[in-house]
């Protein structure tokens, strides 16, 4: 997780990085500005796996977390680039 926070950013400050034991990371950055550096590259990957990354909220709770909607990219080929 630490690699790939400073590989999508320059901080002021270096995150500070936990680890819960519920396989959540709780990542505290020195602003706003930095937090939403990261939090707007999509799509996250950890090791080849995709991970959901969302701004902390004084309500979370970790044992009650649940994804009701999971963001997905889906590629088609021979489809013509959008862009």
Known sequence: ???FIHEHGTFTIKPVIL???DKYFV???ANEE???????LVPHYL??????????V?????KEE???TIPLRVKLPNLPSSR
Do not use: G, S, T
């Open 1 to 3: 997780m630490e690699r």
């Open 19 to 21: 680890y819960y034991k």
């Open 27 to 29: 990542v505290r950055f």
């Open 34 to 40: 930095e937090r939403d550096m990261v939090l707007c």
């Open 47 to 56: 090791m080849r796996r995709p991970i959901i990354m969302k701004p902390w």
């Open 58 to 62: 004084p309500e979370f709770n970790f």
């Open 66 to 68: 649940i994804l009701i």
